[in-house]
């Protein structure tokens, strides 16, 4: 990253938070909940967008042979069909819309705790020190990704992120995502930074013009495709 780079842009799986404490906390405390969750609200009008997307879905899911659960419209079968999914974990928008609002009722209720690596608070302040904007593009919901950061074990990080995006925005291995990514944050393409451990992110956000690090935080690497690789945000400026 050049020293005059604009803005740095996050994945948050695998780069600044545990692979471990998505799949093992944040995955099962939604699956477990799940049910309870859209017996308790019913009436809301986001979850029953998020449920009518749901059974859109499972339609898809049914007309490609991929063998779903049974899906009527009851809180108990739409709750199937969302662990189901939890379990393949499908970057569906109404899932993550889902399982954002389950987390913060357990973000709230002291049950979670968002995790971070050591290295990310001191790059996140040392970035907005030098006037970097910093933002975030995950899968998981704008609402989960202010979550764990909000909530971390390093404290509320929220204070370093100036924008957030998800899924709406479009495919994290699609170039256009990153241009748009770059214009709502007012910024040249070229003058951004994207780390991911996922190298066809990677190839997208460098299809549109950004700079990229490899972030590698277990021993297994992929095969980097020119990609920078790093090991912990201290090596980058």
């Given amino acids: 990253m050049s020293a005059?780079?604009?803005?740095?842009?996050?994945?948050?799986?695998?780069?600044?938070?545990?692979?471990?404490?998505?799949?093992?906390?944040?995955?099962?405390?939604?699956?477990?909940?799940?049910?309870?969750f859209l017996e308790a609200h019913a009436g809301d009008h986001q979850v029953a967008r998020d449920v009518s997307a749901l059974r859109d879905e499972h339609a898809r899911d049914v007309a490609a042979g991929n063998a779903p659960p049974a899906c009527d419209g009851t809180v108990e079968t739409v709750a199937a069909y969302a662990r189901w999914l939890i379990d393949q974990d499908r970057k569906l928008t109404p899932l993550k819309s889902l399982q954002g609002r389950i987390w913060a009722e357990?973000?709230?209720?002291?049950?979670?705790?968002?995790?971070?690596?050591?290295?990310?608070?001191?790059?996140?302040?040392?970035?907005?020190?030098?006037?970097?904007?910093?933002?975030?593009?995950?899968?998981?919901?704008?609402?989960?990704?202010?979550?764990?950061?909000?909530?971390?074990?390093?404290?509320?990080?929220?204070?370093?992120?100036s924008a957030y995006f998800d899924t709406t925005t479009g495919a994290k291995r699609d170039a256009g995502s990153y241009h748009r990514i770059a214009e709502a944050v007012g910024e040249p393409a070229a003058g951004g930074l994207f780390v991911s451990d996922v190298v066809a992110e990677l190839d997208a956000a460098r299809g549109a013009g950004l700079a990229t690090a490899l972030a590698v935080r277990s021993p297994q690497q992929p095969e980097p495709n020119g990609h920078r690789v790093i090991a912990s945000f201290d090596e980058l400026p």
């Fill in 106 to 161: 357990g973000y709230a209720a002291g049950q979670l705790r968002g995790q971070v690596y050591d290295d990310v608070p001191k790059a996140l302040a040392r970035w907005t020190a030098s006037g970097r904007r910093v933002a975030i593009f995950s899968s998981g919901s704008v609402l989960a990704q202010k979550l764990i950061f909000g909530h971390s074990d390093h404290g509320d990080l929220t204070r370093f992120l």
């Fill in 4 to 36: 005059g780079a604009g803005f740095v842009l996050l994945d948050i799986e695998g780069t600044t938070t545990p692979v471990d404490f998505v799949y093992r906390v944040l995955f099962p405390h939604a699956r477990e909940r799940v049910l309870e």
